[in-house]
T-cell receptor, first 113, second 116 residues
Framework: SQKIEQNSEALNIQEGKTATLTCNYT??????LQWYRQDPGRGPVFLLL?????KEKRKERLKVTFDTTLKQSLFHITASQPADSATYLC????????????FGSGTRLLVRP | ETGVTQSPTHLIKTRGQQVTLRCSSQ?????VSWYQQALGQGPQFIFQ???????GRGNFPPRFSGLQFPNYSSELNVNALELDDSALYLC???????????????FGPGTRLTVL
């Protein structure tokens, strides 16, 4: 069956450390992945899109990798800050012409001061 | 530039009732998608509208229906509400489709629907 999985356990790290979140998918062949941030009671906010031929993409303190062999994307936040505390969602286009995004269930990140 | 807005913010209905949720897309965006997000889960795609036509649909029953208007605003209608319909309903807009890809989505704040 088709699945997109993120670690359901919250990630709890110390301020200043690097947070690494994982997104694994099964039985999809996405041409790209997207990462979103969601704060409680708010809609998701787009962060980064990475294409299958890009391997790595950076934006300020954020870095995303995309390994189509492992069927995995890693999302890194360097020099993390308490303001980075939120739920992070990965999403992929199933490439079935349905124009939908399939979202993972998200990983909650808590950055301790 | 005005972002995506949704109304109402919160809504309480009883089982069997009907509900209409509204969304105004971001300026310049002609594609609107609706998602349902249950507590602790990621958003699930309901359907998408492009130029007033349904352009794609997720695994939701026909009692979930929608409209898009000439100004690209949109409505989500749910008939015969069930307890499991309790969720955050998110509207997302995006620029014109390019090559069939689903580009960056701009989400609204959502409508929290509670069905008693």
């Amino acid at each position: 069956s088709q699945k997109i999985e993120q670690n359901s356990e919250a990630l709890n790290i110390q301020e200043g450390k690097t947070a690494t979140l994982t997104c694994n998918y099964t039985n999809y062949s996405p041409a790209y992945l997207q990462w979103y941030r969601q704060d409680p009671g708010r809609g998701p906010v787009f962060l980064l899109l990475i294409r299958e031929n890009e391997k790595e993409k950076r934006k300020e303190r954020l870095k995303v990798t995309f390994d189509t062999t492992l069927k995995q994307s890693l999302f890194h936040i360097t020099a993390s800050q308490p303001a980075d505390s939120a739920t992070y969602l990965c999403a992929l286009d199933p490439m079935d012409s349905s124009y939908k995004l399939i979202f993972g269930s998200g990983t909650r990140l808590l950055v301790r001061p | 530039e005005t972002g995506v807005t949704q109304s109402p913010t919160h809504l309480i209905k009883t089982r069997g009732q009907q509900v209409t949720l509204r969304c105004s897309s971001q300026s310049g965006h002609n594609t609107v998608s609706w998602y349902q997000q249950a507590l602790g889960q990621g958003p699930q795609f309901i359907f998408q509208y492009y130029r007033e036509e349904e352009n794609g649909r997720g695994n939701f029953p026909p009692r979930f229906s929608g409209l898009q208007f000439p100004n690209y605003s949109s409505e989500l209608n749910v008939n015969a509400l069930e307890l499991d319909d309790s969720a955050l309903y998110l509207c997302a807009s995006s620029p014109a489709l390019a090559g069939g890809e689903t580009d960056e989505q701009f989400f609204g704040p959502g409508t929290r629907l509670t069905v008693l």
